[in-house]
């Protein structure tokens, strides 16, 4: 009888998980829609709510945006909004630290989670898995002796909160594992362990 519960458990838990954050994704997404006219919306012109309708209307949204901003015209009044905004004291420092974040993040020549390592974290006689961020930079470095990165230790399961260390590179092992597969087996805390490689 618990062999059977257990083998139902893994069989739906994943099925029931995976619905419930598509669930969540599409039905905050669906917020866009309250973007449109109340006489524009689909409960109004057709009587009934569409799901998913607002998630498409934000993927067309952001695609327009990334077509539009790509051209001299578009970059123009990108530039013209950044300006305006850093003119605001408190919207000026909040824009400029998540825009440098998303940059970094987000862009395709941004250096964010490059590498998946091994350091000894939160002593010396145990280990996690980290993400190399780059090497600490302005005034920090100059109180810095010795060769140093900076790393991000994301915490399990969730993996959106964590620690940033900067930590000497002599004590940090470069793993030859995917992001992917190292973020998969912290949010498995360990369960979904990686593919073993040949020992170097």
Do not use: C
């Not at 099925?15 to 905050?28: K, Q, R």
């Not at 009587?47 to 309708?53: A, E, M, T």
């Not at 990334?66 to 909040?94: A, C, K, M």
């Amino acid at each position: 009888m618990r062999k059977y519960f257990i083998t139902g458990l893994l069989i739906l838990v994943p099925i029931a998980i995976t619905v419930w954050v598509l669930s969540l994704v599409i039905n905050t997404m669906d917020q866009s829609l309250l973007l449109l006219p109340q006489q524009w919306r689909p409960e109004s012109l057709i009587g009934y709510r569409i799901p998913g309708l607002g998630t498409i209307l934000t993927i067309a949204i952001v695609f327009l945006t990334g077509l539009l901003t790509n051209n001299l015209i578009g970059n123009y009044l990108v530039r013209l909004w950044e300006r305006l905004l850093h003119r605001i004291p408190v919207v000026s420092s909040l824009y400029g630290s998540v825009k440098q974040v998303s940059d970094t993040l987000f862009s395709s020549s941004g250096n964010a989670f490059r590498k998946a390592v091994l350091l000894p974290y939160p002593h010396a006689d145990s280990y996690t898995i980290g993400f190399l961020t780059g090497v600490p930079g302005g005034d920090v470095k100059n109180h810095l002796t010795g060769d140093y990165i900076s790393v991000y230790v994301p915490t399990t399961p969730n993996p959106t909160s964590g620690f940033f260390l900067m930590m000497e590179r002599s004590k940090v092992v470069e793993l030859d594992m995917s992001v992917d597969a190292a973020l998969k087996y912290i949010v498995s805390m360990g369960v979904v362990a990686p593919e073993s490689l040949p020992t170097k």
